[in-house]
């Protein structure tokens, strides 16, 4: 059972939300919070696996709450869902300890998605907000040149290829339409450029790849 707390201002959406996310059976909405302090109180007295955090908010912000919630018990995963999405508070959000960022048009199925990636440590960000941070990414990362030194196995010509499909946010289905290949072939690829980068998802994949000069 993943164990939520909403942080939101608006009730309504509380509301709507908690009711969204009652109908998956492994989900569990054990508190509701309606500003930054008592999400972190709330957080720290129920431990929930997952928060979906607002940004704005009265009393304390969802960045400040995210960034304290971190340093207190790391072991909860952040959400920010939003209806902003300013590089500012994309990158702060990130840096405070927030493992995902989506707006707050995104699907019931998106969001469901989400939350189980998120409480198993993964990233999770709407495909805008990832074009964001690749974007930040690559004015400010310095790239290694000799990637063979930091690769036990270089990835394929192939690899690379749906890697820079993927620093685009394009989807499985897409970067298949896109190479005229079968979405289970990309799906294979990405297993394989996974394990050779040493990372757990798209968005890890895409970054190291960045470090390493490799796209």
């Known amino acids: ?22 109908v998956q059976n492994d989900f ?17 007295q129920h431990h929930p696996d997952v928060v979906l955090m607002d940004l704005r908010m009265p009393v304390m912000d969802g960045i400040t709450a995210t960034r304290r919630l971190h340093s207190v018990l790391s ?69 290694v040149l000799n990637e063979s030194a930091t690769l036990v196995e270089p990835l394929s010509p192939r690899e690379i290829e749906i890697l820079r499909l993927v620093a685009t946010a394009a989807s499985n289905k897409e970067i298949a339409d896109q190479l005229v290949i079968a979405e289970g072939t990309v799906k294979n690829h990405m297993r394989n450029i996974l394990s050779k980068l040493g990372v757990r998802d798209r968005l890890q994949a895409v970054l190291k790849a960045k470090e390493l000069g490799i796209i």
């Open 28 to 44: 569990e909405v054990i508190a509701e919070a309606c500003n930054g302090e008592e999400a972190l109180r709330l957080a720290v």
């Open 1 to 22: 059972m993943i164990r939520i707390l909403i942080a939101d201002d608006q009730s309504l959406f509380r509301e709507a939300l908690r009711t969204l996310l009652s």
């Open 75 to 143: 072991s909860c995963r952040v959400i920010v869902l939003t209806t902003f999405d300013e590089d500012e508070d994309v990158l702060e959000a990130l840096r405070s300890g927030a493992v995902g960022y989506l707006l707050k048009d995104v699907t019931s199925e998106k969001l469901y998605e989400a939350i189980r990636l998120a409480s198993r440590g993964e990233y999770v960000l709407h495909p805008t907000i990832t074009a964001k941070v690749i974007s930040h990414i690559a004015r400010t990362a310095k790239p």
